[in-house]
């Protein structure tokens, strides 16, 4: 079902408001100035159609407006211009407001009783006696010459051709073919050929054949102009031939009210497909998908979640050495460079406020220009994979959303990453069970050292010796023999092995540990990454992007 004249008047208004600056300029007035008309036209009087006596100077506008009416109401001229203002003649009570509106200044109102009046308007309400045919509810104008050497007199003719319900186009046998004429005012009214009448007047002067063969040469030059269907009818204001049937179509037109909703909703679906049109075919649909991959891998390089992650990984070997390692040999690894201290990554270096996060930084190096030239490049390529067929109005906005993007970048990348979690809120137990260890290790190693130096002191200075338990190896049932080892000897070269050995164990442990840590910062920094990619331009290139299908599915809904 075609929507009705109201549901096209809200549609081509919102298809306007999402093509904002988008938009050719001169096409949005005109739709803007199409919906204050169909405002402007539904507050006045329904119960009248608005026909209009548009033509050339000396075409007979006025001859046909005193035909139609069947007095003299307007006054033939013979000198351009001839008709300055336009003049009414109206059918019917209720009309002042739809007549100030169309700014007709002289009115004549017909009915059957003759009076006088001051009207609303500017001019004086003449009462004349109506013909037969026409009851009520037609406003006839006569309109000044639209070729009329006065400017002003073209500018009054033209708004009253965009305002008129109902257009009777008055030509001569002499000027029905001029350019002028088709080219500026009936090629801009194709698809509205139910509001569109053509009379060539004056065929009283020509021959029977003669007048046949410039009425199929005249509807022919109609349908050219997109209007196939006008009715094209021949008449004689002179001698009254072919004006029952002119005066039979204003009649009917104004018996059936029908006249201004099928000319607004006409103009609506004319201006409505011209923005259609230039809103173009929609982008490939899942563009944005396909493209949003590529775009985040070149901002996580812009970013340098590579150098973040290896450092995540070095810091985790370094934090489990630290933490299971020889005690003895720890003074090593605590003496090189932390590398998320040196990014200023570690967690009490990056103090998140929660009210301002925009203040978050990060030590990393400057991005490489070439690196920030790949994010740029990246941030274009995805604009013009998801605007491929788009506007060139729409593609220009969203790349200058792009470019804005891309100035932007450094900064939210960085607060990204600052942002980002890259330490585990708590250490591994095993950690903690390797290092407990590891201690008594150390302390089995420093007491079978003191142990063995106690004795060796007392044996020096010929003292009463220490006690010193032996551990008995025994290996006869091998061939061998058997053998002791002091405890003291036992407790210092076990700790110092022992701890050398779970140092060495831990090692690969640790490896694979900060293996899986930088593996779980790597997905945590490319989630960050493309939040940073949506909120900066898969948003806003998907704002540009909606509001052309926006005003594309409601252009297309006014134009239904």
Known sequence: MKPDLATRTAALEQAVAAGAGRLDPELADEAHRVVERARERGGLSAEHTVAALAGATGSGKSSVLNAVAGTDLAEPGVQRPTTSHASAAVWGEGAD????????????AME??????????????????????????????????HDSVVVEHRVRAERLVERADLLVWVVDPQKYADAALHERYLRPLAGRADVVVVALNQIDRLAPEEADAILADLRRLVAADGLSGARVLGLSARTGQGVDRLRGLLADAARRREASTARLAGDMRAVARRVVDECGQAPPARAADRAHGTLVDALEEA??????????????????????????????????????????????????????????????????????????????????????????????????????????????????????RLEEARRPLWWRAVGML??????????????????????????????????????????????DVPWATVLALGGVLGGLLVALVSRPLAALGARRRAGRVRRRLRASVEAVAREQVREPVAGEMAALASCREHASTAAG
Do not use: C
Not at 451 to 474: C, H, I, K, N, S
């Open 438 to 483: 590891q201690w008594l290790l150390l302390a089995s190693a420093v007491v079978g050292l003191l142990w063995l130096g106690v004795a060796a002191a007392l044996r020096y200075f010929q003292l009463p010796e220490l006690l010193m338990p032996v551990l008995t190896f025994d290996f006869a049932r091998w061939g061998g023999g058997a053998f």
């Open 112 to 145: 059957a009783d003759a009076d006088t009046s001051t009207g609303k308007g500017t001019g004086l309400l003449r009462r004349a006696r109506p013909p037969a045919g026409i009851s009520t509810g037609l406003v006839l104008l006569d309109l000044p010459d």
């Open 303 to 420: 970013a340098g979640a590579t150098t973040v992650v290896d450092a995540v990984r070095r810091a985790a070997r370094r934090d489990a050495h630290l933490a299971t390692g020889w005690p003895v040999t720890r003074w090593i690894a605590r003496a090189r460079k932390d590398p998320l201290r040196r990014l200023g990554l570690r967690g009490d270096q990056v103090r998140v406020p929660v009210d301002r996060p925009d203040l978050a930084r990060t030590s990393l190096p400057q991005t490489r220009p070439s690196v920030r030239a790949a994010a740029a490049t990246a941030v274009r390529g995805y604009i013009d994979q998801v605007t491929a067929g788009a506007p060139d109005a729409w593609v220009l906005a969203a790349r200058n959303r792009g470019t804005e993007a891309v100035d932007r970048l450094p900064d939210t990348l960085d607060q990204a990453v600052a942002s980002t």
């Open 97 to 108: 407001e739809l007549l100030d509106w169309l700014e007709v200044p002289r009115r004549h």
